[in-house]
């Protein structure tokens, strides 16, 4: 339920704080007060469109919040609509769009009015309106539909142009071939073949350097001068760890005396080597032009390749296995398209005439309802047809009902239908409504607001009479501003009040005493 709503700068409202409770809230006033301004508010806490103008004059913004609470969860929602520029909103203090708040608010509220939140008049309220009435379930379509969609989603990656398949099978294996031609031996191969170039392209120059180090080192170089060292410090105590050193990098440097002389051995020229090496980084370089910066890359692309040229190669069998599901489903959303537009045509006139009732109950004594399905299975095609006069020929809903008409034909379907949005709002249900069925009007939202949170703004003193709170709006005026303000009524205010629907003054005993009379019959 709307537990409270604050607006602030909104119209002629400078700022208006309410505390709003369960069952039936009424909104009166004279006409021109201002109550229609707090459905306007809750409008655009449901994502309704903003203007501008809506701005109290002088003002650089108006702000509308509102708190609900629905199962223990509460939910604070603001809308700041500013003089120029486009309107901000939040959901619990978060930026919201406008199909967020629309979604996660406009489930919580109805909207019933002249003009607005006018749900009835869609295609689709008319035809959930008739499933719910007649208990249709369309579960099962919904799934086999969604199904269906996947199984074609499935064949439709699968390829469905056989030539168009052709090239790309003989592409994939055009490619493969030449990577498995290429035996790569691993992500790093290139890196070694880098090495080996380097090596056998200098390798003169890499022999001159390894015999002349040899020489350098060994002979009467560095191992002679380190042998003489080790001669004259090994006997003397103080030396034994420098010795022991000494004779470490001996060992160290006699081994790299070995080595660079084996190698200036090893190293060779070997032009057919290195040509070698070089066609083999030309092919290894190609490749990656062609499918991937690194070899890496390489080998992961033609895993990916086989593994898609095997989809392909296989997809006559995939293709026929899944034709073949989607003919059996195919078949079932038939099956199931007929049983719901079997089921809706069935229940069509028993909705028609029992929504037709409770519409003739509400001050529309000669309407006439007709409820059309569509021919076509499942009969999506919904559209709730009416004549508010006798002689007419029934017409659909929005093309004929005045918005009084809507909004109680809106009323009638809420009272035959047991489920809808916790929050409503039923701005003027009541125009051109008096007498007998002013009172069937004010029994039927009362009955509502046992169910739901009903919000009315009437003119009509059964209405206000029967419901379980009241608030007033009054329009203040000192000759150089313009403001709105909102009083919740206690019960000997109600009479008064009351009273002024009645006659037009407070004070008037006559009026008084039938406004007691009223607020006793409906309490």
Partial sequence: MLTEIAVRDLGPVRELSLVLQAGMTALTGETGAGKTL?????????????????????????????????????????????????????????????????????GLVDIHGQSGHQSLVRPRAQRDALDEAGHVDTTGLREARSE?????????????????????????????????????????????????????????????????????????????ALALAIARLAPRAPFVDHVARLRSIEAELTDV???????????????????????????????????????AEVLDYRDEARKRLAELESHDVRAAQLDAMRSTLADRVGELEASVGAARRTCAPAFASALEERVRRLALPNAVIEVAVGDIDPGDQIEIRVAMNSGAEPAPLAKVASGGELSRTMLALQLELSSGPPVMVFDEVDAGVGGQAANAVADALAGLGREHQVLVVTHLAQVAAGADHQIQIRKLDDGTSTDVVATVLDPDARVGEVARMLSGEESSESALAHARELLERTG
Avoid: W
Wanted: hydrophobic letters at 40%; a negative charge; glycine letters at 10%.
């Fill in 257 to 295: 005396v070995h080595d660079l002389g084996r190698l200036a051995e090893d190293l060779v020229d070997d032009p057919e080597g290195l040509d070698r090496v070089q066609r083999r980084r030309t092919r290894l370089s190609e490749l990656r032009r062609k499918y991937g910066s690194t070899l």
């Fill in 38 to 106: 707090l459905t306007e508010a809750i409008k655009l806490l449901c994502g309704g469109r903003a203007d501008a103008a809506m701005v109290r004059s002088g003002a650089t913004e108006a702000v509308v919040e509102g708190r609900f609470v629905r199962d223990d969860r509460e939910l604070v929602v603001r809308r700041v609509v500013p003089a120029s520029g486009r309107s901000r909103s939040y959901l619990d203090g978060n930026l919201a769009t406008l199909g967020e708040l629309a979604s996660v608010v406009g």
């Fill in 148 to 224: 269906l969609t996947a199984i074609d989603r499935q064949l439709e990656e699968l390829g469905g142009d056989a030539r168009a398949r052709g090239r790309e099978i003989d592409l994939y294996r055009f490619q493969l071939d030449e990577l498995d031609a290429a035996e790569i031996v691993d992500a790093d191969e290139d890196e070694r073949l880098q090495l080996q170039e380097r090596t056998l392209a200098d390798a003169t120059e890499h022999r001159a350097a390894a015999a002349a180090s040899a020489d350098a080192l060994g002979g009467e170089g560095a191992t002679e």
